[in-house]
């Protein structure tokens, strides 16, 4: 007898699994849910934290915070398709060093 089981995952706990199976960073290597204003301002939090991290040089960071600062900006209008797209934006930023 076979049994077939069925798991349910949410999409940020699947985005986690793939992240890290695909060997990226599990914070923001895809596009996690921004639901609200507080996901949108913790995400732009993770973007910049990962930007840091990858060591770039001075004007890029530079760049990178100004696109975190208007990412902000759009969460606090409440903004949250236009700061997904600046999200992509900013992790092909990170990505492209």
Do not use: W
């Not at 992240?19 to 507080?38: E, F, M, S």
């Amino acid at each position: 007898m076979v049994r077939q089981v069925t798991i349910f995952l949410s999409p940020r706990s699947l985005g986690l699994i793939l992240a890290l199976a695909l060997g990226g960073a599990p914070a923001v290597a895809l596009d996690l849910p921004i639901r609200t204003a507080q996901d949108c301002i913790r995400h732009a939090s993770e973007l910049a934290d990962a930007a840091e991290e990858k060591q770039l040089s001075e004007e890029k960071l530079d760049h990178i915070e100004d696109l975190v600062v208007r990412m902000e900006a759009y969460c606090d209008a409440n903004q949250l398709d236009e700061a997904r797209a600046l999200a992509r934006d900013i992790r092909a930023e990170i990505d492209a060093e």
